[in-house]
């Protein structure tokens, strides 16, 4: 079984490659702005998933193969299609990658930051991203969808108590809903320049979310977020733009491009210019449609390939 995917092109790590630790669409949140549609298994509850020795033994192999073919990875980034601190077995995962002598990134949604073990294995990653899309509880339901255990406070702590301990490079990132988060951002600000990260990032959602209704916010409140941001933070950016084209693909082009998707939607002229390097095209991605693998998607004007859940349209 694979475990990685990419490398991707990251606005934030540079060329990372993925790491798939939980099984699909599993998440403590079901964010209506998902790339990955609604959420299938809707738990709070850190669980084994896979064999960790597996789970490592096979993205070395992924990263062997990349190197022979003198390609350089910045981070391998634990990014996957749901929540992975979920998995039980990540501080020891973490360990054992550890040892390929490539930085460890976690991208987390926060949510299970208040349990002692979570952070402990954060604390291992290089790089640890916090999704902050609010403090406030309404504005949370409405925009996260959590897992009805949850308890925003609890996570606010524990967001406090990992930022005071933690020696590594922490990102926050804050996703931005056009009516639902939009507005008075005072304390949302106020509350991610208390923990001091490194960078934080406003983004909007730039690939199909999991709902219509979720729209872009107005270029102006974009830029209101990022002047009341930059009042309490340091260093504030926007992720507002497309992420590029450098994803990786070697010889098994279709099952790689599979298996980007199934985490990562892509631009259909990004896909079309990796296929044709390969000798292939369009019909090769249609093949994959009447699969059932993956589907097609309109979104701000572009068309999207995303992985198609068994039982979800
Ligand atoms: S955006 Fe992330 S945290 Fe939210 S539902 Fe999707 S996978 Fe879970």
Redesign the pocket.
Known sequence: MEFSFGPVPSRRLGRSLGINNIIP?T?????I????G??INFTSTRKKFYDPDELVSSVRKRVNELEKNGIIIDYLTFV????PTLDINLENEIRMLKELGIKIAVIT?S?LIYDEDVRNALYLANFVSL?VDTVKNDIWKKI??PHRDLNLDKILSGIREFSKNYHGTLATET?LIKGINDNNFDETAKFIGEIRPHTSYISVPTRPP?FDFVKIPDEYKIIEAYETFKRFIDNVQTLTDFEGENFVTLENTLNDILDIISVHPMREDVLLKILSDKGMGLNDLESLINKGLIKKENYGGKIFYIKKFKGFS
């Open positions: 669409k998440c403590s949140y079901s964010c702005y998902c790339q990955l609604k959420t996957p299609d749901g929540e949604n949510s999704k996260n969808v996703m999991a």
